[in-house]
């Protein structure tokens, strides 16, 4: 469904190239391909993308996975698109933030449109949030607490899948939808759309789904 939904929302056509920023394991970008295009992720994670080239030879897809820092990205004007999916934007202080969208603007042609799904500034519940997610064979735990002083979500992770263990700490920087525009076309982009989406099943909560052009 996620996959569909990315798709339509960048206008994707068989063999287009397409990025993925913080593509983790794999599990939408492998997806990508198998649907038709051409796909490169980019983490920061050895173990995520070790576990994220596995999945293509249990699919039969071919993906380059790239080992990297989404604040220096080594393409220009290279992809259709460029996506960034769950809570993938603000992991930096502000300056680097910014940077990641000056890059995502490099890197793509000029005329098409990258996706970028954050978490909404504006939580109706400011107490900690836990979540358990079983889905295959991984088992994913979430505990996640919001600071309204800094707008800041301050996550911690454990990750089980295929016999091993991954355990990360985040903090995740909260932009208003208003503050996210000036930031997109400060970076090169000259429209930006949004539509809300809650997600009830997810431990991130509501989400803003924003598409930008170039």
């Known amino acids: 469904m996620e996959v569909e939904a990315i798709w339509k929302l960048l206008s994707l056509k068989e063999g287009g190239p397409v990025l993925e ?8 970008t492998n997806r990508l391909e198998g649907k038709g295009a051409r796909v490169t992720g980019l983490d920061t994670s050895p173990v995520l993308l070790k576990n994220a080239e596995a999945d293509t030879a249990e ?3 071919n993906v380059e996975y790239v080992l990297g820092d989404m604040r220096s990205l080594p393409w220009r004007d290279c992809f259709d698109a460029v996506f ?5 934007f603000g992991y930096f202080n502000e300056a680097d933030n910014e940077k990641v969208l000056h ?9 098409r449109a990258a996706a970028n799904r954050s978490t909404q500034s504006l939580l109706s519940d400011k107490s900690p949030s836990y979540a358990i997610v ?3 064979d991984e088992l994913r735990m979430h505990i996640s607490n919001y600071d309204a002083l800094i707008d800041r979500c301050k996550s911690e992770r454990a990750i089980a899948r295929n016999g091993c263990l991954t355990r990360m700490r985040l903090s995740v920087k909260h932009y208003g939808f208003s503050e996210y525009v000036r930031m997109l ?3 090169g982009f000259e429209t930006v759309e949004a539509c809300g989406k809650a997600e009830s099943s997810s431990p991130h909560g509501r989400r803003l789904v924003v598409v930008e052009y170039k």
Request: net charge positive; aromatic share 12%.
């Open 21 to 28: 920023l913080g593509c983790g394991y794999g599990r939408i």
């Open 59 to 61: 699919r039969g897809v």
């Open 84 to 88: 960034l999916w769950y809570t993938t």
């Open 103 to 111: 890059e995502v603007a490099r890197s793509f042609r000029k005329g």
């Open 134 to 136: 079983r889905r295959n």
């Open 185 to 187: 076309r400060s970076a």
